[in-house]
């Protein structure tokens, strides 16, 4: 039986008074908590600032060339991934067109290669033999990061993950680790300074450094990855929020686009609805803020709408870095090159050192790990016939506008440069150049200071340690990557799903 297509995304023209749900944020949080309500049958608004969904997942497009934003690969779409599972419950299995990577990447060493493989074993057997007087302690370390991720896959979604009685017998990794590092469990077992770089490098991808990074956040992070599938939107990373606002609309949901809320209505401790830019009142039986977090407490709500140990505590927390990311477009035939899609590129195998180097502003070419992605060496519909693109990020602190104000081309001309030594001639072929600085990320999804996990994913504000996602006030929830599991893609569609499953169950 052939499906009926999903119609157009549009932004709706007219505003019912009253919903069961209004989702404040159309990223990937907020677009999987409101498909689940509007598939039930709930009548769903969600209203997004920007012109498009999907936050950090959203692509752009200058001169035939299209870039993603600040995503440019998935984890966790096969089936049963926290994404794959998502899709297949809306009905949605099979409309996303992914593309399969592997190898995942290439990272890059001073005399050192390592290809990222996308299979979980092939990857565990390409370390023991790279370095077999460490099979035993690769086998303690994966052993450890294994045991987290299946106790992550099977924990029921509920919002207080971590208070039912027995929990810490039946989930007995994700409660001894909770507060250890991926360095501390490196230094354990492990020896080899390379190999714990290997590792430890793609904590590039979590926003901290080894010494600060959770365990829990790698092993969703790196797992989802390996096991879980890695995946690459044929045409953008649009598609996915994209496909997920053109089922709400199929499900009769409300989207409104370019509009932002500017307060929370409350009736005591109650939500009972919101106010948008303009001064139309909405009701709801439910809010979620998929959005930033300091702004939904500290101005969408009265300023005596907390009390005063929830503000300390959220003015006590720290956002994760940013990225400063340089968008290009080629007339080099970089896939006559023998170049990865991705390529993780880091100046020397102290992982440590070049994340608090980068931390502190500076750009020092002997402390530094840049990743290089070509989505067009998987995907040739992303460029005019020929061409390609070449995306560098840069994990970075917010540092304010002054900064990059006076800093953005010196540094975009710098990473330009340092790519330039794995792509040859780069600089000669430039036809685009697009710069976003952490500024750029804040502007466009109002997080703070461009956060782009949240808040910093170290043990002491992972998981359950975040803001829990029911509010003190009756009626509103958080979504996304300032509640738990925490940042990343796929933890976030988790957190919607997560609120939509309480949602819904307040309502059985």
């Known amino acids: 039986m052939n499906k009926a297509p999903l119609p157009p ?3 709706s023209s007219s505003l019912s008074g ?4 209004v989702v404040i944020g159309a990223g990937m949080a907020g677009l999987s908590c409101a498909a689940l309500l509007a598939e039930e049958g709930l009548k769903v608004l969600v209203v997004e600032q920007h012109r498009k969904p999907g936050g950090y997942c959203t692509s752009f497009q200058r001169a035939g060339f299209t870039f993603d934003v600040a995503i440019n690969s998935l984890s966790s779409c096969n089936r049963q991934g926290w994404i794959g599972s998502l899709l297949r419950r809306l009905g949605l299995e099979g409309e996303a067109d992914l593309i399969p990577l592997d190898p995942i990447k290439e990272l890059v060493f001073p005399g050192f290669r390592f290809s990222l493989p996308g299979s979980y074993q092939e990857y565990l057997g390409r370390l023991k033999e790279g370095f077999p007087a460490e099979a035993k302690g690769i086998e303690e370390v994966f052993g450890t990061l294994e045991g987290i ?3 992550l896959k099977r924990m029921p979604l509920r919002l207080e993950m971590d208070s039912r009685k027995g929990f810490g017998e039946n989930f007995p990794h994700f409660t001894r680790y909770r507060s250890m590092t991926l360095a501390e469990l490196l230094d354990r077992h492990l020896q080899d300074h390379r190999l714990k770089a290997i590792i430890s490098g793609q904590c590039m991808y979590t926003g901290v450094s080894p010494a600060r990074a959770s365990l829990i956040c790698v092993s969703s992070m790196l797992l989802g990855y390996l096991k879980d599938g890695s995946y690459q939107a044929r045409g953008g990373v649009q598609a996915l929020p994209d496909l997920l606002a053109r089922r709400l609309l199929s499900r009769g949901a409300h989207l409104l686009f370019s509009r932002q809320v500017e307060r929370i209505a409350t009736s005591g401790e109650r939500a009972v609805g919101v106010r948008l830019e303009g001064g139309q009142q909405v009701g709801a039986g439910a809010v979620v803020s998929a959005m930033d977090a300091r702004r939904t407490f500290f101005q969408l709500l009265p300023e005596d709408g ?10 006590a927390m720290r956002p994760s870095s940013s990225y400063f990311m340089v968008f290009l477009g080629l007339d080099l035939p970089l896939h006559r090159m023998d170049l990865c899609h991705h390529i993780d590129y880091f100046s020397s195998f102290d992982i440590e050192s070049i994340f608090q180097t ?6 020092k070419e002997e402390a530094i790990s840049l990743g290089m992605v070509i989505p067009t060496l998987m995907d040739p519909s992303l460029a005019p016939p020929g061409k390609h693109i070449l995306t560098l990020s840069l994990l970075s602190p917010y540092r304010g506008k002054d900064l990059w104000a006076a800093r953005r081309e010196q540094v975009a001309d ?3 440069g340092i790519a330039e030594g794995l792509v040859p001639q780069l600089s000669r072929h430039i036809q685009v150049k697009e710069i976003s600085t952490p500024l750029t990320l804040e502007r466009y999804t109002s997080n703070f200071e461009g956060a782009a996990y949240g808040w910093e994913q170290s043990p002491d504000q992972s998981g359950p340690r975040r803001l829990p996602p029911r509010t003190p006030i009756q009626n509103l929830y958080l979504a996304g990557h300032w509640t738990y599991p925490g940042g990343g893609v796929a933890s976030v569609t988790v957190s919607g799903r997560m609120v939509a499953e309480e949602i819904l169950q307040g309502r059985a």
């Not at 009253?18 to 749900?21: L, M, P, V, W």
Request: proline letters at 0%; aromatic letters at 6%; hydrophobic letters at 35%.
């Open 149 to 151: 991720f299946e106790e």
């Open 414 to 416: 710098r990473l330009i």
């Open 9 to 11: 995304i549009r932004s």
């Open 306 to 315: 907390i009390t005063a140990n929830l503000r300390r505590r959220i003015q």
């Open 18 to 21: 009253c919903y069961d749900g």
């Open 358 to 363: 980068q931390m502190t502003g500076e750009l």
